[in-house]
C-alpha cells in the first residue's frame, strides 16, 4: 500500500517510519519552502502542492488529492493539524476512492461540536462541567453566570488549541469577552457561535487515549496529565499522573469509552477531562486524531498508536483485550517550539545552525529538523518532543535533566531554557500541577530565571564566534594589527560569555 501524509515536519517523519516498519511505501507532500526538510528527503517519494503559506498547501485539499491521485496512493493519514479533524476532507478522501487512517467523517464532525460532544457525554452518563447552549447574546451569557456563579469559562463552538476561549469573573467583562470569543471562533473554525461553561479553578487535564475498531472494540490506554500549558497549550505532558489512582484510572477510562462507544468510534483519538481538587473530573472534549503527546503513551504501555492505526484502517481487528493493557514506568514529554521564553515566546524563525539530540537509555526525541533547517513563520513553532522514560517519575525527571543537557539548537531561539527551569521548580517537581501553574510562573519572576540560567546554546554561539574571529584574524591580518585584533577579540569572547550567562539586555 502507498500511504500519502497529508502533514510535515516531525509527525510526518513519524508515519513515514511506521510506514516502512509495516512494509508501506510512504509519500511525502510539501509546500515550496518545505522542499528540502526531513521529511521530504526520508519518504519513498515527495511531491510538490504550493506555496508557503498552509491555505496554499497543506490546507490545500485539492492539491493533496491531486499529489495523492498522482502518486497512486491508496490511503491518507493526516497526521495532527491542518486537515486532520475535517470531516469534509476525510469525506474527499474517501469518495476519491482513498482510504481514510482517522475516524469515519461522520464522527469527526459529531464530536467536532463542543455542544454536541457534551451531549453526548451527558446521554451515556460521563460527568460533565455545568454549561449552556450557543448564547445568543451577553445578556443569555449573565442568566447562565448567575445561575451557576462567576467566574465562567466562554468557549467557542467550534474550538481547540486554546483559541476562542475567555475568562469572565464579572458581569463587566461579559460583552468584551464574547466578541472576543466569537470572533476568534469565526477566524479559526469559520463558527462565530459561544457557549459557557462553569470555570473550574484550578483544575488538572487528564486526558484518556482510546482505540477502537470497526467491530465496535474500543480500549483505553489510562491517561496522560497535560496540566502544564501556556495561554491553554499544552507543553509538557506525563503518564501516568501522580494525582490518578487505579480506582480514578479505571472510572476515567469507563467515561471515555462510553463517549466513544456512543459515537460509534474508530481509529485513534483522545479524550479530555477536567479533574478538580476534590477528585471530581469533567468530560471537556475529544480529539478525533493522533495526539501529540502520544509517545507518552507509547512507550509506557509498549505500543505503537500509528501502527494500529494504519493496520485498523485496512481492515485489521484490535487483538488486545482491556485487561491486558497494563501501564508500566513513566514517560515526560516536553514540547520543543521555535519561541523565545525571554521575549514573551516570540516566534523566532531562521535556519538551524547546529543541532545535537540527546540520546541514551530512556531516551526518544521526535524531531522535524536537522543541522541547516530553515524555520519559516508559516506554520507552527513546534520542532521536536523530547520524551523520557523510566521505571518511576522519579527517574524520569533525573533522566530528562541529563537530556535537557545534553541537547542543543543552535541559529534560534527555542523554549529549551523553560524546560531546564522548570526541573528546579518545587511544584514540578512534586508533580502538584494544574492548568494556570505556568502561566503563573512566567508572570511571577520566572522569565528573569530564565535568564540568570544562561543557556548552553548561548555558550556554544558564543565559542563558534570567538574561534571564527580568532582564525579569521590569524590568517588574514599583517602583524601589525594582531595585537588590535587580540584586544578585540577577547571583547567578543568576553561578550559572548556575558551572553552565555543570561546577562544581556531583553
Known sequence: MRILIANRGEIALRIIRACRELGHESVAVYSDVDHTQPHVLAADLALPIGPAPARESYL??????????????????????????????????????????????????????KTAARDLARRVGAPIVPGSDPLPDAAAARRFAEEVGYPILLKAVGGGGGKGMRVVRESAEMDEALARAASEGKAFFADERVYAEKLIERPRHIEVQILGDRTGTILHFGERECSLQRRHQKVVEETPSVAVDDGLRRRLGEAAVAVARGANYRSAGTVEFLLGQDGHFYFLEVNTR??????????????????????????????????????????????????????????????????????????????????????????????????????????????????????????????????????????????????GLLDELLSGGSVEALEAAGSPELEELAIMAAGCLEAQAATALPGDLMDTVEREGAAWRQEGRRMAHGRFPR
Open 60 to 113: 490545500n485539499q485539492e492539491a493533496i488529492l491531486a499529489a495523492a491521485a498522482r502518486a497512486g496512493a491508496g490511503a491518507v493519514h493526516p497526521g495532527y493539524g491542518f486537515l486532520a479533524e475535517n470531516a469534509g476532507f476525510a469525506r474527499a478522501v474517501e469518495a476519491a476512492g482513498l482510504i481514510w487512517i482517522g475516524p469515519p467523517p461522520q464522527v469527526i464532525e459529531l464530536l467536532g461540536s
Open 290 to 435: 493522533l495526539q501529540v503527546e502520544h509517545p507518552v503513551t507509547e512507550v509506557v504501555y509498549g505500543i505503537d498508536l500509528v501502527h494500529l492505526m494504519i493496520r485498523e484502517a485496512l481492515g485489521e481487528t484490535l487483538a488486545l483485550r482491556q485487561e491486558e493493557i497494563v501501564p508500566r514506568g513513566h514517560a515526560i514529554e516536553c514540547r520543543v517550539y521555535a519561541e523565545d521564553p525571554l521575549r514573551n515566546f516570540a516566534p523566532s524563525p531562521g535556519t538551524i545552525e547546529l543541532l545535537e539530540r540527546p540520546g541514551g537509555p530512556g531516551v526518544r526525541v521526535d524531531s522535524g529538523v536537522r543541522t541547516g533547517s530553515l524555520v519559516p513563520l508559516d506554520y507552527d513553532p513546534m520542532l521536536a518532543k523530547l520524551i523520557v522514560f523510566g521505571t518511576n517519575r522519579q527517574e524520569s525527571l533525573a533522566r530528562l535533566r541529563r537530556a535537557l543537557a545534553e541537547y542543543r539548537i543552535v541559529g534560534i531561539a527555542t523554549t529549551l531554557p523553560l524546560f531546564r527551569l522548570l526541573l528546579d521548580v518545587p511544584a514540578f517537581r512534586d508533580g502538584d500541577l494544574h492548568t
